[in-house]
T-cell receptor
Framework: AQSVTQLGSHVSVSEGALVLLRCNYS??????LFWYVQYPNQGLQLLLK??????LVKGINGFEAEFKKSETSFHLTKPSAHMSDAAEYFC??????????????FGSGTRLSIRP | GAVVSQHPSRVICKSGTSVKIECRSL??????MFWYRQFPKQSLMLMAT?????????EQGVEKDKFLINHASLTLSTLTVTSAHPEDSSFYIC?????????????FGPGTRLTVL
């Protein structure tokens, strides 16, 4: 079975500061990993995904994440936070290849707040 | 990117009634669609996986007779909440997967807010 654990249900940073949202995964097979963002009362938007190519993945809005197999981690970072980054962020995992049986499993989410 | 729509975006109903939520892939054919439920300030929990033309596969703890899923075509899946009760109030999100030669991605709809009075 696959799972992800997001450390910290709420993270608060100052505008312009580094954003670091932590995610650790558990998977018996090489995983696909994702970060999604959700704004209030809206659906999910894909920020970036790791699909076994480059371990450093760049996404939209200046976010990036690094796959570290030795640490089973896929932390999300952004060098400089913007007020518009305030949202809920979900780390997710699936088995590779999008087989008919594979499904995306979500972490518990981290709410990011930005202080002016 | 591909677009997944849901209708309605919000619905309020009385306890005991049934509610149907539609999920459409607008510009691609989806062999597999997924239904998630999200309670306030919580994560998305997968309810079921549906493949076009076959019965849905439900996750453990999800009542298949209460949450009826129909995936009648490659662009449409419906979720019917039967005999809805206040505890069914939630945000329901569908997802559709492209799985064709050279492209494998999954896209999420904007969600449907269900409130049962």
């Amino acid at each position: 079975a696959q799972s992800v654990t997001q450390l910290g249900s709420h993270v608060s940073v100052s505008e312009g500061a580094l954003v670091l949202l932590r995610c650790n995964y558990s998977s018996s097979v090489p995983p696909y990993l994702f970060w999604y963002v959700q704004y209030p009362n809206q659906g999910l938007q894909l920020l970036l995904k790791y699909t076994s190519a480059a371990t450093l993945v760049k996404g939209i809005n200046g976010f990036e994440a690094e796959f570290k197999k030795s640490e089973t981690s896929f932390h999300l970072t952004k060098p400089s936070a913007h007020m518009s980054d305030a949202a809920e962020y979900f780390c997710a995992v699936s088995d590779p290849g999008y087989s008919s049986a594979s499904k995306i499993i979500f972490g518990s989410g981290t709410r990011l707040s930005i202080r002016p | 990117g591909a677009v997944v729509s849901q209708h309605p975006s919000r619905v309020i109903c009385k306890s005991g009634t049934s509610v149907k939520i539609e999920c459409r892939s607008l510009d691609f054919q989806a062999t597999t669609m997924f239904w998630y439920r999200q309670f306030p300030k919580q994560s998305l929990m997968l309810m079921a996986t549906s493949n076009e033309g076959s019965k849905a596969t439900y996750e453990q703890g999800v009542e298949k007779d209460k949450f009826l899923i129909n995936h009648a075509s490659l662009t449409l899946s419906t979720l019917t909440v039967t005999s809805a009760h206040p505890e069914d109030s939630s945000f329901y999100i569908c997802s559709a997967r492209i799985h064709s030669q050279g492209r494998r991605e999954q896209f999420f709809g904007p969600g449907t807010r269900l409130t049962v009075l």
